[in-house]
């Protein structure tokens, strides 16, 4: 790519039309020039080059000259580029309000569904960013104590993203986190996975030496993820999801009885 084509790409990324890009960097070469000079050198057909014209001043990118006849100048590039960026940046200032309008309104909304519905619910979580979206969730709000029936690859994943799915947070938040899950071959890369969550005491693993035939998360007893899939990643398969309490109330007992049953690591 030529220098002329990356100013030009610059150009368009910060909101020109070809066109306009065209005739400023023609006038930033150029200098002082009348329109016919500039169409010519630009190769902007006649019919266009007025309406561009018009635009770039419009933006400020470029000035007219009185005199007859008339001619026009751009500004120097560096202002071109800042002016350009101001309105980008201005843009999209304007355009995070508006998706913080929508966040805020529709938050609102689900708030006030979410107090119209009193019957527990089950809903089927397809697609990987939501279920990972809906992980994410329900461990920030958790306050007292999450626990997970899982598999080996899925808790080495969930462990090595453990920012990502706030769980020294919600170890700092003094919430309890117990996971029972399959035996790795190699304990070493266990406790090398483990890492610095062996200095925390409300962070406990156990283990069975089958993989467990069904995945759960429980949070606060509370809501419930159930993935009946053990095959893929941690979000990679569906997860039903229920606040509905006897179906909560019957997967922690499950868990309770693994727990008194697992083997400590």
């Known amino acids: 790519m030529t220098n002329q084509e990356r100013e030009t790409q610059t150009l368009l990324d910060l909101g020109l039309t070809k066109a ?14 009348r329109v016919k000079t500039i169409r010519e050198l630009s190769k902007i057909a006649r019919q266009d080059i007025y309406r561009i014209l018009a635009e770039l001043v419009e933006l400020g990118l470029v000035q007219k000259i009185i005199k007859t006849p008339n001619e026009f100048e751009a500004i120097p590039i560096m202002d071109g580029v800042s002016i350009l960026l101001q309105r980008r940046s201005k843009e999209n200032s304007e355009i995070h309000r508006k998706a913080m309008e929508i966040i805020l309104q529709h938050k609102h909304d689900n708030l006030a569904a979410k107090a119209q519905k009193e019957d527990a619910q089950y809903v089927l ?3 990987r960013e939501v279920a990972a979206l809906k992980t994410i969730n329900a461990m920030e709000k958790a306050q007292t104590h999450v626990d997970s029936i899982i598999s080996w ?20 938040r003094g919430v309890r986190l117990r996971f029972i899950i399959q035996k790795p071959e190699d304990e070493k890369s266990l406790q090398k996975i ?15 030496i089958d993989a467990p035939q ?10 419930v993820f159930i993935n009946t899939s053990i095959a893929g990643g941690l979000t990679e398969t569906p997860l039903l999801w ?15 009885i693994a727990w008194i049953t697992a083997m400590e690591m």
């Open 20 to 33: 306009q890009a065209t005739v400023y960097l023609t006038f930033v070469r150029s200098g002082q020039a």
């Open 125 to 127: 979580v397809s697609g």
């Open 194 to 208: 483990l890492g610095d969550f062996n200095k925390e005491a409300n962070f406990k693993v156990k283990y069975l």
């Open 214 to 223: 069904v995945h759960v998360g429980l949070f606060d007893t509370k809501e």
């Open 153 to 172: 690859k899925k808790f080495a994943y969930l462990a090595a993203n453990a920012q990502k799915f706030r769980l020294k947070e919600a170890l700092k």
């Open 242 to 256: 229920s606040n509905n309490p006897g179906l909560v109330a019957l997967v922690q007992d499950y868990f309770e």
